[in-house]
């Protein structure tokens, strides 16, 4: 399959007061993958990501977002795109029925709020409101809120932080299923174990610079191929199999 | 994508006011501020009915109670006779203004006259004249009788004039809906903004295509929405409850609706500046409180300014709710036009234009 690349960012660069957030970086990210973004708190992941999704100005280089330039089309951007916050409210007293009926409106579509809850699995929080949801319920939500444009691109900003593992692979599968239906994912995260079972390339970046980009599998190999071997034998399960068989996998109220 | 092209702002802006709208409804703090305060006191000076003056008189001990004089003081409706009341309390009710007088007949001794004497107090000033010159009148009446005089030299004719009857509600009823107005505009608004920067609501609203200048317009709408609602019940409720004066009807209940809505308007921008200026949530009830008690007090909501000293005269004239409750009393009550009320307008819409100038300056959005 012929792939294009969907966003460009050449030589991006961040400077606040005194604080040199982001530092010249390049990448690009190819349609249809999931492409994370890896990297210690601090290290640029969140302003880079605001800044491709025109929330934040770059102070130098460019970037372009499905061939559109972030500076003089951030409107039409951002009709294209979903955007999911690492902290973002809603309405204190609304029913997410209302909140996704409000987004409806300023995304100018028409939706049936409760195919889009469904689509996140919460058809039976539909009166909710969204400080009565769990973290996992939370974060679907706010994805639900980022689908309602069938965006061809969605950025996700550390989604499952502070999640618990159930969690975190519901929020996985809900990830791929929104790639398999024709989106691009950008995510960043600080789960390895997570860029190495979802993301198909990956950047880490550390102090305003990407140090790193290819698929999981090839970083792995290299650092192989330099010698580098594992302290402790590598077992066929880790504690988290251990969890997860004792707990279960399922989708619950978290 | 072929929507690109037709995205709507309006739309979009109309979907904020439509969920701030419903917020609204679902907050205590705006239900109370806009309705509930507002009620409450038009409620209790509804109820108030002013008019008829009441004399609150006792009669000292011993005091004659056979002549024309005692029978024509309890026959007119302004006395209330207090009888039976030891000296020491009359004397202590009377100093502290409860009693507006006592009054003393006794009859002469020698001819068949009578004395009378009348106590009054400086705490109770105005209604011991009126206790006089009622007294007065009614023994020159006597005094005229008992010397045959059925044609005195002058009389008074006078002729009362119909005018419309100035209820307690006339006065109250603007004065409480310019509070409303005030308050939801200057509270609402301050707590609104500063609450969307701070949950990050407004934040997410940045991610969708909607430019930053409608989301005020749409949370400026809902706003003005609820509050013109609660505006028009008030009215309303003062008209049919209380017998509330709308002279022209129709006509002056949509002037007041315009002019709550100007009102409304010029209010917001003082939130707008509150919610910029202010540092944290608790810092905002202070600010608001700055812009909104001067003018519950000074700006004629209870009573005339004209009851202030006159040093104070100047801060309450160029108070803008002082202007909005004149305008209010003269078109609910004058029948005047919006055209008559201009001067009121303009001195309104010269703060609106200092204050939107004022809220441009300090606004954040983040």
Known sequence: ???????????????????????????????????????????????????????RDKTSGSVSVCGLNIETQANDIKQLIGVQLQAAGYYPSLTLVELLLLFSGLYNR???????LAKVGLE???KAKFKELSGGQKQRFSIATTLINQPKIIFLDEPTTGLDPQARRNLWDLIRNVRDEGATVV?????????????DRVAVMEAGKIIALDTPDALIDQLVATGFERKKEVKKANLEDVFLSLTGNEWKDE | ????????????????????????????????????FPLIFITVFGFLKGGSVSLDVALSPGCDTKNPIYIGMISNPAFSVQEKMD??????????????????????????????????????????????????????KLNLKSANITTPMAKIEQEQLQGRIYETIDFILPGQLGFSLLSTGVFGTAFVFFNL??????????????????????EALARMVFALLGAMFLILLGHYAFGFTLVNGLTTFVDMVILSAIGLIVFMGFGFVVSGIAKNEGTIPPLANIVTLPQFLLSGTFFGIDNFPSWLQPVCKILPLTYLNDAMRKVAFEGAGLMDVSAQLGV???????????????????
């Open chain 1, 187 to 199: 995510i960043t995260t600080h789960y390895m174990d997570e860029a190495e079972q979802l993301c």
């Open chain 2, 348 to 366: 309104i819409l010269l703060w609106g234009v200092i204050i939107y100038f004022a809220a441009v300056k300090v606004f954040r959005w983040e």
């Open chain 2, 87 to 140: 000296t020491t309390t009359q004397k202590k009710l009377l100093l502290k203004g409860t009693l507006d007088a006592i009054v003393n007949i006794q009859r002469s001794a020698t001819d068949s006259t009578y004395n009378v004497k009348l106590y009054t107090t400086m705490a109770s000033a105005e209604k011991g004249i009126i206790a006089k010159s009622m007294l007065e009148h009614l023994i020159d």
């Open chain 2, 1 to 36: 994508m072929n929507n690109n092209q037709n995205y709507s702002q309006l739309k979009a802006m109309l979907a904020i006011s439509k969920a701030s709208f419903r917020s609204i409804t679902r907050s205590p703090s705006a239900v109370v501020f806009t309705l509930v």
């Open chain 1, 110 to 116: 028409e939706i049936n709020p409760m195919n889009m």
């Open chain 2, 197 to 218: 920067r701070q949950t990050l609501v407004i934040k997410r609203f940045f991610a969708t295509p909607i430019k930053r200048p409608y989301i005020v317009l749409g």
């Open chain 1, 124 to 126: 039976d929080k539909a």
């Open chain 1, 1 to 55: 399959m012929q792939k294009n690349s969907i966003i460009q960012v050449n030589n991006l660069e961040k400077k606040y007061e005194s604080f040199h957030a982001v530092k010249g970086i390049s990448f690009e990210v190819q349609e249809g993958e999931i492409f994370g973004i890896l990297g210690p708190n601090g290290a640029g992941k969140t302003t880079t990501l605001e800044i491709i999704e025109t929330l």
